[in-house]
């Protein structure tokens, strides 16, 4: 069956533009999180749907980011005003409930210039 | 706060030897994973590690979980070039009276591994 999907898989956007990427979970997962991957470094945790519900954003770095999942599939990550900190490549997994496994999309690489 | 750190951070070897990547972890998880990142793609889903004592194997790969020492080992044998790839290791963060699925990850920084010829 299909995976996790993404898009766009990279987006260049002028330092002060906002951005919106796209999370497309595999069907039936409950389960829908956010990860920030900078380069060289491991994923970090940004975000974490529980259907539609957001039950934790402590991730999220400022006020600048965004998550919603209004129909508890899709969800979109809007980052307001990009910095040129806020380059780096945009993960969402999703899992399914009594399970431990996250499936992760192919991510989408944001380029701040 | 919970930390994982992983060594080595790159690892550049022979095929057809043997070497190990160690991931230790901070604080108490009974799980913990394995992922597989090849450059540019997304991460692949290894192991799962969900007890003490675990051992997991899939070809020349080997994951083990000591939950005492907070350390789990990702032991390769006989290396080929096809296991180039960055290696995580990753810890959940499963709270008290959370669901099941609704852990959130925090991974090491990373494993590089090169295997050449």
């Known amino acids: 069956g299909a995976g996790v999907s993404q898009s766009p898989r990279y987006k260049v956007a002028k330092r002060g533009q906002d951005v919106a990427l796209r999370c497309d979970p595999i069907?039936?997962?409950?389960?829908l999180f956010w990860y920030q991957q900078a380069l060289g470094q491991g994923p970090e945790f940004l975000t974490y749907?529980?259907?539609?519900?957001?039950?934790?954003k402590s991730g999220l770095p400022s006020d600048r980011f965004f998550a919603e999942r209004p129909e508890g599939s899709v969800s979109t990550l809007k980052i307001q005003r990009t910095q040129q900190e806020d380059s780096a490549v945009y993960l969402c997994?999703?899992?399914?409930?009594?399970?431990?496994?996250?499936?992760f999309g192919p991510g989408t690489r944001l380029t701040v210039l | 706060e919970l930390k994982v750190e992983q060594n080595p951070l790159f690892l550049s070897m022979q095929e057809g030897k043997n070497y190990t990547i160690y991931c230790n972890y901070s604080?108490?998880?009974?799980?913990l994973y394995w992922y597989r990142q090849d450059p540019g793609k997304s991460l692949e889903s290894l192991f799962v590690?969900?007890?003490?004592?675990a051992v997991k194997q899939e070809g020349r790969l080997m994951a083990s979980l000591d939950t005492k020492a907070r350390l789990s080992t990702l032991h390769i044998t006989a290396a080929v070039h096809d296991l180039s790839a960055t290696y995580f290791c990753?810890?959940?963060?499963?709270?008290?009276?959370?669901?099941?699925?609704?852990?959130?990850?925090?991974f090491g920084q990373g494993t590089r591994l090169t295997i050449n010829p």
């Open positions: 069907s039936g997962h409950v389960s």
């Open positions: 997994a999703s899992s399914t409930w009594g399970t431990d496994t996250q499936y």
């Open positions: 990753a810890v959940d963060i499963l709270r008290a009276g959370q669901i099941q699925g609704a852990q959130k990850l925090v």
């Open positions: 590690l969900l007890s003490n004592g």
């Open positions: 604080t108490t998880s009974d799980r």
């Open positions: 749907f529980q259907n539609e519900a957001q039950l934790d």
